[in-house]
T-cell receptor, first 112, second 111 residues
């Protein structure tokens, strides 16, 4: 059974720091991995999608990597800003079940 | 702009009452999904539909029902059989392996 774990559960950093959020998954049989952002009381906004054949994707200050063999992905946020404060969710699209499996999320606070 | 529209944003249910949450998409996606989000439990799949007039139970389907009569629409009914319906409900859609798109959610509260 696919399980997705995100570490840390919460993170507080001063503005301007570079930071890394971690995601691990137990089954390498995936179509892709997707990183989402969720603001309190809001829906999910897709940040980056990495197909299983890709190693990384970049969008602005965000960079996500994927190492399928070790079951790991990282989301790198450069020069963090208070507006980056949110919960970040990692999800893998399982090729065995066809379902999207979510981690519990990392709640990020960036202090001015 | 293409996207997913969920309504209403807030919904209140009395004991023993059925309520229906709306989800509409204009992305021309084949597949649609309903998730439930509770604090500390992450997102759990309720129902999904890969094609019109077909749908499958997810991990927590008891007390819920759905229909998929049109490609654009996937309403979720929370029945009186669902004993703990207070939660945040999210609808999503996808096409192939291009990733999932989510709506803005409906917060359901039992009063």
């Amino acid at each position: 059974k696919q399980e997705v774990t995100q570490i840390p559960a919460a993170l507080s950093v001063p503005e301007g720091e570079n930071l890394v959020l971690n995601c691990s998954f137990t089954d390498s049989a995936i179509y892709n991995l997707q990183w989402f952002r969720q603001d309190p009381g809001k829906g999910l906004t897709s940040l980056l999608l990495i197909q299983s054949s890709q190693r990384e994707q970049t969008s602005g200050r965000l960079n996500a990597s994927l190492d399928k063999s070790s079951g790991r992905s990282t989301l790198y946020i450069a020069a963090s800003q208070p507006g980056d404060s949110a919960t970040y969710l990692c999800a893998v699209h399982s090729s065995n079940t066809g379902k999207l499996i979510f981690g519990q999320g990392t709640t990020l606070q960036v202090k001015p | 702009d293409g996207g997913i529209t969920q309504s209403p944003k807030y919904l209140f249910r009395k004991e023993g009452q059925n309520v229906t949450l709306s989800c509409e998409q204009n992305l021309n996606h084949d597949a649609m999904y309903w998730y439930r989000q509770d604090p500390g439990q992450g997102l759990r799949l309720i129902y999904y539909s890969q094609i019109v007039n077909d749908f499958q139970k997810g991990d927590i389907a008891e007390g819920y029902s759905v229909s998929r009569e049109k490609k654009e629409s996937f309403p979720l009914t929370v029945t009186s059989a669902q004993k703990n319906p207070t939660a945040f409900y999210l609808c999503a859609s996808s096409m192939g392996q291009v990733g999932y798109t989510f709506g803005s959610g409906t917060r359901l509260t039992v009063v």
